[in-house]
């Protein structure tokens, strides 16, 4: 590490600094062009159409799943399939649970099921002593934002 390097990256952050206001002007001037007001306009008629896009599609899935669910048959226990071509239907399962009663089955049934939680470990570890736990101190470097004192 010598004084070239910090030179070096207070010029590069300096330059930096310099391409984000010269940017910032350039994006000032194109706003006020016809051509970023047609693509503003552009884009806001795709952000229109995206939200009919999607609530076409909202309403299709409830339609279609109201159309299958009335048409359940106890009996097989399955669902009606949609009948317009593009639709198709997919039966997840989902459980329903009580948290407390499921864990007590799986310390007792399923012990693999538990996963050792490192960083609140790591955490304890930092305030108390734990056998076979070596506490080592590694020094970092930080950078001051303001390198200005090594600008000429």
Do not use: H
Request: aromatic residues 8%; contains cysteine.
């Amino acid at each position: 590490m010598n004084e070239k390097d910090l030179k070096d990256l207070a010029k590069f952050r300096k330059l930096v600094e310099f391409e984000n206001e010269s940017i910032k002007e350039r994006q000032n001037d194109l706003e006020k062009t016809d051509e970023f007001q047609k693509l503003q306009l552009e884009k806001k008629s795709r952000d229109d159409c995206q939200k009919m896009v999607d609530e076409l599609t909202a309403k299709i899935k409830a339609d279609a799943l109201a159309d299958s669910k009335a048409m359940y048959n106890p009996e097989t226990k399955t669902y009606g399939k949609p009948v317009l071509v593009g639709l198709g239907l997919r039966v997840n399962k989902t459980l329903k649970y009580i948290k407390e009663t499921a864990e007590l089955w799986a310390k007792e049934n399923a012990k693999m099921l538990f996963k050792m939680d490192w960083k609140a470990f790591e955490d304890m570890a930092k305030k108390i002593e734990i056998p076979g736990v070596e506490i080592i101190d590694e020094p970092t470097i930080t950078i001051a934002s303001d390198l200005s004192s090594y600008l000429e």
